[in-house]
């Protein structure tokens, strides 16, 4: 073999040992960056899915002023309190400590988590319980006082869920959006920090009523067979 054809042999096995070197490094680039894709999804997909739905609460932090403002307007009631959207839980913990046995429902199953540990972490993990449930699927029927961080796109469609299982005793607070056709009997805070307490004896009465005015009518349309 000639010194020319060495050289030429000996660069030509240089560049396929490259190539295979080269072609190894992007499998294994392209596997790490496949693995992480997937682990960022497994991960984001529990936060991701709930705002999938149709309607959905998105998780806003509640303020100070926010938790504050609703045990005001709640005063001096007690018993059972469930909170709606209950995110991290602060609400509920609250609740807790101003001597409420507190639920919350969420739909993100990372937050319930946290809730739940922070509830053992404050000490009140005997008064607080967190589940993970759409709100449309749950009765509120055994809750006596409801709080609700709710969106514009719900809010009527709650009306009607909570005007027929609660009992009358009970109490709503709407907190940052109020209910569209129900009056008010207290409001407190301002801004984003507003929040809206309701009476249900009187949200109760007037749906009850708006039954019995549609019932009417439809009877009213239908012809007398005796005259």
């Excluded at 999804?41 to 100070?64: D, G, H, I, Q, S």
């Excluded at 988590?113 to 029927?141: M, N, P, Q």
């Excluded at 949200?203 to 005015?213: A, I, P």
Aim: charged share 15%; net charge neutral; aromatic share 10%.
């Amino acid at each position: 073999m000639s010194k020319e054809e060495f050289i030429v042999q000996s660069a030509a096995q240089s560049d396929s040992g490259g190539g295979s070197s080269s072609s190894g490094l992007g499998l294994v680039v392209t596997g790490l960056l496949g693995g992480a894709v997937v682990a960022l999804y497994a991960a984001a997909a529990p936060f991701v899915a709930p705002a999938l739905r149709k309607v959905c609460l998105p998780f806003v932090p509640a303020t100070t002023e926010q938790v504050h403002n609703v045990f005001k307007v709640l005063g001096a009631r007690k018993g059972t309190l469930v909170d709606i959207g209950s995110g991290d839980g602060r609400i509920v913990i609250a609740a807790a400590k101003h001597g409420f046995q507190a639920s919350g429902f969420e739909l993100n199953p990372w937050l319930v988590c946290y809730s739940r540990y922070k509830a053992w972490r404050e000490g009140v993990h005997r008064s607080t319980s967190f589940h993970i449930s759409d709100l449309w699927k749950v009765s509120f029927a055994q809750y006596s006082n409801v709080v609700i961080f709710g969106v514009p796109q719900m809010m009527d469609q709650l009306e009607l869920k909570l005007a027929s299982e609660l009992p009358s005793t009970a109490k709503v607070v709407a907190c940052r959006f109020p209910f569209p056709t129900w009056v008010p009997e207290h409001t407190a805070g301002e801004g984003i920090d507003t929040v809206w307490l309701y009476d249900a004896k009187t949200f109760k009465s007037h749906l009850q009523h708006g039954m019995t005015g549609k019932t009417t009518s439809e009877h009213g349309d239908v012809p007398d067979s005796h005259t």
